[in-house]
């Protein structure tokens, strides 16, 4: 058996290896069109910001540990050019001499991955002016950095490229600014959540210019100039285009491959294309999202890796099944984790699912023992099903781990409500006796059961007119006073029960308190007095950073050139 | 609706808590012997060791605050002497004054917990002999420390409770002895996972005397003498008895509710004993494991304030379940972490469970991004139909991510085969794009498959005397010359195919390298030669942890006094 693979980095290097490890006889060529193989896509942006200091930690095998172990045969500087399925061969490039030759399979692999989307924008293509994507792509900038001493960036695109080439250039020292039309970064989160995102980046110095869109740039003696629809332009020693990716497939389209998604490949759950014997794997496949079943774009290398080995596994005789791709992902931001899992509540409302939410900020261990962190926790689900769709959490320790345990539970088809049940492990300095995956949990059963009814950040607008409900928050009376919405009177929990009496019968109560804890506990007092309350998801805390974040980012845009300072 | 409640510190005042919350009305008291309530059991230790200073962190809720928020009277220092079903009352003793009263109920909840189990050994009840369960305990332990200054400590017991305390004093500088009967500490973990935990207290100074019997205590001026059976006394300045609880289930014995193992109280699973109207929590009740559905006794925080969450349900006219308990915990020990769920591979067997297991020793994140550790981790899982049974991980950071994912996993009755599906957030400093826990899954898929055959640590005996088999360690000759297993011979992975031939035909080749991946990569290329292989699991770095470990063990045994070398 003769297998040929087009790109030698996550999806198509596992493949080879596993094709190998189940068939020892099979002759197996992979084609990589860049000078480096099976390289630490994900670790691109720590090297540049001295994170990852030795150039060979980016390249974890090389043609040579490859061959030696595997017997593959890995053509780097090689680049597939076309397909012919007809006859079952495909023509190479050797991009060192230009010497082209036709070699034929049996069965083929596509893993071109994706590339950095350009927009068509003038200027693009001008010197400080750079993508990341490859490891050529990292050297290229590490070697700007070096030689020029940049003082600024401006980055366009707040993705997770863009977060981490931002966190990582910041540490360089460097002045870091993020441009992009859509005014949160992150679009995996919902915009609420993306809030702690833009705080975060804010605290450490990046400025973010959201809700912009980049018109050109231009080439200067002493850097770019970003020009900006309707507004002054932004300055800087260099620029990264960070605003995406597109599947890397005119190679699949020339040949005639079925094509998804923004170009991407059709495959089905065998990873088989439209054409017998040609498979395809990683950020140039479309996928079944596992959450919705819809189709989808999910670059990311967890999926790809899977990918690559149960092509191998089909290649090799076996029935192996892509279930689909899930989207958990994980990003460090500076001091802090954001993660998320399966579907955010925009994506969800957008296909069409009722879904309904929490909102908690849970310790990451006990309390009483040194170093617990608050997290930001949102759970997705759907209504009348308590179907759980997806989760974000954003904070700092134990952050991976709770979206590791929803991520599992989402896997697993269980309920949200079934989240209370989960025997997790809790030691002080792990976790807390309730996790905060079982508070969620908690949170969500009392919602089934009718003891919790919650209102959401966006009723705020509908509420503060309305005549004919009440608003209170329950903190104490120093916590009130240092911050709270209007049309808010307070009564701490503890004192509800003396004072009933200044609640108003008749008319709903919505409640408010740092964390939505102390609220939910008045709601329960009010409810037992014969009152309707809501309990504010979030409590003021989620509150007042979302509402700050909002303003920051509409004063920088009523303001022009003020989102510098 | 009157409610009394025994015992308020983890099942009990959640109990309280939560009828309170569902119920405005009713009148809750709850009867605490110990002068705290709601404290933070498994904070004890760390407050002896000064990791938590403050002395109020330990108990989360006094009274006086529970009465302000949830109007529950909270009478601490009043222990419940009798209970009578038939008038529905129990008797009550106030512990200041002595005065006995006599309180009816409409519900009664029994969250008595479980006491230090006391040896009946001559001089148990002697000075400077302690126990650790309660505040008080704690706060005695404490005092004696600050005002004698011990410079030595015996502990007996190697459980939860005996790890942590040997941490805490001995950060504090003390000379820790760990004395036992049973080889291993911390039997939630099979004999070769323990190892790691051995090798890691020794690493930090602690003695481990393993496989001795503690006869009897003598007092002595100096501090306190430790008869030993067979073998020369252990001396130290204070002793800590930890050898394990009992559940404190006099009262319910004498109410003539029905009992199970040790004595503890028999449920449902809407935690309601054998009487009408009498609930109980806690460690002092008898659980299904959720795993093997056999009766069981797992005393930890967690399941236990799921059961008085339940309870509440259930008296507020609720239809709440508790499905069992699985055993999820963790544990800090030094720098290490240790944690597990489910059963293990011995319990499994005992319960005549066929199982079978993987080793494998991952990296906690990339290895291209700094700071990542190697864990060692065991997933243990039934023959035949795969079901996935338990796992058990050692290693730095990231082990309580991974047995809380494992511990999801088993919640929701996933195969041990479908970990390779799981959709893990993977960023460099989080994980890697397998994950452990994907890559525990590839290994049994391929064991499922037909890819992966297996030996073990108790394989190793008959294989070494067999002369029908090759023993063949595949690391480099470097690595094998550092130190290798008697009867092996050296054929570096990379150099297999060409040396193919050395390998005698017709006989089953046993493989081992250093981690098991090299080995497995060997297998493969011989099974596809026409070999009949089996891979170590666990690799060399498991074998000598193991067998350097149990060499300590016996040398100790062999030589009395040796052991406080």
Request: with cysteine; aromatic share 8%; hydrophobic share 40%.
């Amino acid at each position: 058996m003769k297998v040929i693979i087009v790109g030698g980095v996550a999806g198509g290097a596992t493949a080879a290896a596993r094709i190998r490890r189940l068939n020892e006889h099979a002759e197996i060529t992979v084609f990589e069109r860049s000078g480096y193989i099976s390289y630490a896509n994900c670790g691109l942006p720590y090297y540049i910001g001295d994170v990852i200091t030795d150039p060979e930690e980016l390249t974890l095998q090389t043609p040579e540990s490859f061959f030696k172990r595997f017997r593959i045969n890995m053509k780097i500087h090689h680049e597939v050019i076309s397909i012919h399925p007809e006859r079952k061969t495909v023509s190479v490039k050797n991009l060192e001499n230009g010497e082209i030759f036709e070699e034929n399979y049996d069965k083929l692999i596509l893993s071109p991955g994706a590339k950095p989307t350009q927009p068509r924008l003038p200027g693009v293509g001008i010197d400080k002016l750079f993508t990341l994507r490859t490891v050529e792509d990292t050297f290229r900038i590490k070697e700007y950095i070096n030689k020029n001493h940049p003082k600024s960036a401006v980055l366009a695109g707040g993705g997770f490229i863009g977060l981490e080439l931002a966190e990582n250039l910041r540490e360089l020292g460097m002045d870091v600014t993020i441009v992009q039309r859509p005014k949160q970064l992150m679009n995996p989160f919902d915009p609420d959540m993306a809030s702690m995102i833009h705080n975060e980046m804010r605290k450490h110095g990046i400025k973010l210019v959201l809700g912009y869109t980049v018109e050109g740039f231009k080439g200067k003696d002493n850097g770019v100039e970003i020009l900006l629809k309707d507004n002054p332009s932004l300055q800087a020693d260099m620029v990264v285009l960070a605003i995406g990716v597109t599947p890397d497939t005119a190679l699949a389209k020339e040949a005639g491959l079925e094509l998804g998604i923004k170009g991407s490949i059709v495959v089905n759950d065998r990873m088989e294309t439209s054409v017998p014997d040609i498979y395809a794997a990683g950020d140039a496949v479309q996928v079944k999202h596992y959450v919705t079943g819809d189709d989808a774009l999910i670059s990311l290398a967890g999926p790809a890796n899977k990918q690559g080995r149960i092509i191998a596994d089909n290649i090799c005789g076996g029935d192996s099944r892509y279930l689909g791709s899930q989207g958990s992902s994980v990003i460090k931001v500076f001091d802090m984790t954001a993660a998320t899992t399966g579907i955010n509540e925009t994506n969800a409302k957008k296909s069409g699912l009722e879904v309904d939410t929490v909102i908690l900020s849970p310790m990451s261990h006990a309390g009483y023992y040194p170093g617990g962190k608050v997290m930001t926790m949102k759970v997705v689900f759907e209504k009348e099903t308590y179907r759980l769709l997806g989760a974000q959490i954003i904070g700092y320790e134990g952050v991976d781990k709770r979206i590791d345990v929803l991520a599992t539970a989402i896997h697993a088809g269980l309920k949200a409500t079934q989240l209370k049940d989960l025997d997790l492990a809790y030691a002080p300095p792990y976790s807390s006796a309730k996790d905060p995956v079982n508070m969620a949990g908690f949170m969500i059963d009392n919602i089934a059961k009718g003891t919790l009814k919650q209102w959401h950040l966006e009723d705020m607008d509908k509420i503060s007119k309305d005549q004919n409900v009440v608003l209170l928050d329950v903190r104490t009376v120093g916590e009130f006073n240092r911050g709270h919405m209007d049309g808010f009177n307070n009564i701490p929990v503890d004192e509800l029960r003396e004072r009933i009496n200044e609640i108003e019968k008749g008319k709903p109560v919505y409640l408010i308190c740092q964390s939505g804890l102390r609220s939910y506990i008045a709601s329960r007092i009010l409810e037992g007095n014969g009152y309707e309350t809501y309990n504010f998801s979030g409590g003021f805390r989620f509150y007042d950073a979302v509402v700050n974040d909002r303003a920051l980012i509409e004063r920088a845009y009523a303001c022009g050139m003020d989102y510098k300072k």
